[in-house]
Every structure is written in C-alpha cells, then in structure tokens.
T-cell receptor, first 113, second 112 residues
C-alpha cells in the first residue's frame, strides 16, 4: 500500500537558519509525484513545491528545495533562511497514478527569533 | 487568478442536524476533490470529481455524506445526520487532471 511517513511531529528553528523536514514514502508505482504543502493556523493548504519521480534534478522554489533521494524513497523539504512566517504545519504528500493525493501526518515547525 | 472558494468558513451544529458546504474551484479546473482533515491528522480524500462525474468515492461514508457537482463547476458536500466524529476541517481542492491540487481555505465544522 502507498504510504507517506513524517517522523517529526515538531521542529524548532531559529530565524534565518535552515531547517530540514523529513519525508519518506512507499510505493511500487514507477510514476508518482511528491508534494509539500504548508498549512498555517488559518487552515488553508498552500502548495510549496513539487517533485516528479522521473525528474533528474531536485526541485527548488525560492527558499524551498526538495532533497529527493529516489533509492532511499525520501523527499525531504529544506527551508533556507527561516522566517517567523514559516511557522506552520507542513505536509508531505504523494500523488499516485490514480490521481489520488496521500498525505503524511505533518510536522509542526516553529520559528523563533 | 482567483483561488478555490469555500463557504462557510466555520459551522457549529448539534449532532443529528444536517449541514452543507459549498466549493467553487479555480476556473478551468476539471477535477475537484473534497477532503476531511481531523485535528492532528493529514487530509483524507472523501470524493473526487472529474467534471460532473464521480471518479472515486470509496472513502465517503455514503450513509450520511453526499456530494454533487452540478454542471461540472461548483460542488456541495452534505452531511445528514451529523455525528460528533464528523468534527473536522473540510477542504476542497481543484486541479487540472493529474496536476498540482490547489486548496481552498476550508470549512471548520464543530458538532456538539
């Protein structure tokens, strides 16, 4: 069965530092997509970054980058230069070949001054 | 470009009452999804529409939940009758097929 695992319930990082949020996945499909979403306390899920299973290079979007290690089935999110506004829940998700998005349990990130 | 719209943002009802949520997807997005997110968990797909047809409703509790997408645009999700365990955030998302899903702000339902 397809599954997303986020082992860090919570993370703390000081402002302007970098932080890595872990995500591992399990699938037997050769074609899949990996996503990271941010969910602030307001509740909306905000799309951050996408990595396709056939993409050769790691995805980057501004301060967000995805450390994709296919052999290890990991897709960690790296946030550089953390800001106070980055404090939120972060969800890793996988899109399978039936267009179904499967989410992990999330990591709560808190950025302190 | 306008995002996914949902209403209401918050709803409080008593158990056994009925409730309905509305979603307007991003213009041109053929695929629409309803998710249920219980506190402390990731979202769980309830139902997926492609235009006005149902693609997947395998996790929709059909004895009490129903959803429709008339004319392939707006969608409504209804719960009747509500139970305490239905307290959750209900998220609507839309996408071009097999593409990034964009979410609305969600409806936070509290069942007393």
């Amino acid at each position: 069965a397809q599954k997303i695992t986020q082992t860090q319930p919570g993370m703390f990082v000081q402002e302007k530092e970098a932080v890595t949020l872990d995500c591992t996945y399990d699938t037997s499909d050769p074609s899949y997509g990996l996503f990271w979403y941010k969910q602030p306390s307001s509740g909306e899920m905000i799309f951050l970054i996408y990595q396709g299973s056939y993409d050769q290079q790691n995805a980057t979007e501004g301060r967000y980058s995805l450390n994709f290690q296919k052999a290890r089935k990991s897709a960690n999110l790296v946030i550089s230069a953390s800001q106070l506004g980055d404090s939120a829940m972060y969800f890793c998700a996988m899109l399978d070949n039936t267009d179904k998005l499967i989410f992990g349990t999330g990591t709560r990130l808190q950025v302190f001054p | 470009e306008a995002g996914v719209a949902q209403s209401p943002r918050y709803k409080i009802i008593e158990k056994r009452q009925s409730v309905a949520f509305w979603c307007n997807p991003i213009s041109g997005h053929a695929t629409l999804y309803w998710y249920q997110q219980i506190l402390g968990q990731g979202p769980k797909l309830l139902i997926q529409f492609q235009n006005n047809g149902v693609v997947d409703d395998s996790q929709l509790p059909k004895d009490r939940f129903s959803a429709e997408r008339l004319k392939g645009v707006d969608s409504t999700l209804k719960i009747q009758p509500a139970k305490l365990e239905d307290s959750a955030v209900y998220l609507c998302a839309s996408s071009l097929s097999l593409d990034t899903q964009y979410f609305g702000p969600g409806t936070r339902l509290t069942v007393l």
